[in-house]
């Protein structure tokens, strides 16, 4: 366990350097500060009407696009990036756990996301704070940052685990999130179908947070929303699934790498 | 290893290979495609066999962890973290064995050293020209100070020099205690740093032991010879003297020579004289199949 936890350290610090320094975080960034840029064209051209759905669309634009888009950029790079870049082989060659290789990834990755994520949350709900109608501003952002956060880390995982399985595991990851997901998250599909889908239980996790600011978030869900505590459950074992299942897969994987 | 296979599929890349490996240097050598790399790696512990067993320093290699400490690999493929530096990068890859920052940037620095990569140590390794990646693959491997080196046709695409300072740099190593089993597909290469060579061909065991008696073998190899000289005809008379040309070909228009013999050694010997003899005005002269496919080609059949 001590040789898992040092290897882990070791691989975390080094490829938190590593992505800080890629294309890949220039372009997310990027895109994290898309949803700031937004709000405050639209702050600038509603000035100051009354009854425009802040929330939702705030969550369409952060919850359901960044998020999702920036969990799959950064998850699924765990692995498959390793692999396209042919540098798997030096990991795998030393005497650590493979898991640490994997989950050490895993958690630089998560943490850069999560960084652009509450910077792109806390900098929208500020520009957009004068619609609120009448919501704390820090209480709205704060519950939504912790629910993307929670959405990051169960997105990025899930395309880890997948990067860990298949070559191409954007292409599959887009076709999950942004058709399959959004589909159904947003569809008015009948029945317990929505269940299936992370975006609903994020849903439901901040609705019921208290704040003011997400209570009416059940405007497109055609299912009865969940308890907060049983969404987040539901996260955690997808979360927790994926993190083992890619340690698993990766342990016993055998990568061909050509010249 | 015993009755060792590995194939992708339908395509084999190893089959019944049954040998042992002793202690010092060992050079790989095969032509592309022979199995070379699918050997390195199986013995790197980076894939399984898909028949037979195979043991590394006594362990089953697949993954690992107690052979990786005492084993040191440098793979064929040109890639690094182009983002680290060459410190970095060693230093990165040698805490990975369990050693401190300190102590791995202290072993990091020896190694970089010892490849001669000092100087541009703290420079980006997308910076690296090829035998400098070459060197700061070398150095990762051997930072450890591995009981095993494995290396994957580390002189490829290197300088005269820098092939020379490698080739030194592994007997160094291996008077200090380390095997190295290194691959090669020219045989010369292999040959100015060990006797022992293991021979592969199609992912099957061709030979296994000296240079000399793979020497022996290729020098039965009929050889074809390419002359160019003023006087083909000439020079086409004057070897038919020898007892050990097959058959000439001459083509006048070009004035080239081919000339097949079935005793390369012999016939190298007897035609000096042949020539200082002569006024044949040879221009130039080839072996027509030096390549080792050839070799190998001749040997299985």
Redesign the interface.
Known sequence: MQ?FI??TK??FT?QL??SL??VRFLLSALLALGPIVLSALVAFFLGDREGVPVPQMTWMLIAQGVTPLLALMFGSAVISEEVS???I??????????SAVFIGRWLANFAIVSALLTISTFGSMFVLRAYLDGASYAESAWAMTETVILGAATYSALFAGLGALVKHPVIVGLAYTFCFEFLLVNAPIPGNSQHMSLQFHLRSFIANSGADAWQGLDLFASNTLIARGDAFAVHAVVLLISLVGGSLLI?RR?????? | MNDLGRWYGQVVGLNDLSLEIGEGITGLIGPNGAGKSTFLKLIAGEIRPSRGSLRVLGEVPFANRALFARLGFCPQQDALYERMTGMQFVSFLVRLSGYSQADAMKLAGRALERVDLMEAAHRPTRTYSKGMRQRVKLAQAIAHKPELLVVDEPLTGLDPIARESLTSLFKELASEGTSILLSSHVLHEVESMTNEIVLLHRGRLLAQGEVREVRDLLSRHPRRIEFSARSPRKLAGALMELELVSSIQVSAEDSRLLVETSDAGGFFRALTPVVASGDFGVTSMECADEDLESVFDYLVT
């Open positions: 040789g040092f290897a070791t691989i080094s350097y590593m320094r890629s870049d042919r540098t082989t030096y990991l795998f060659t030393r005497p650590i756990p493979r342990s055998q990568f061909e790498l050509t010249a």
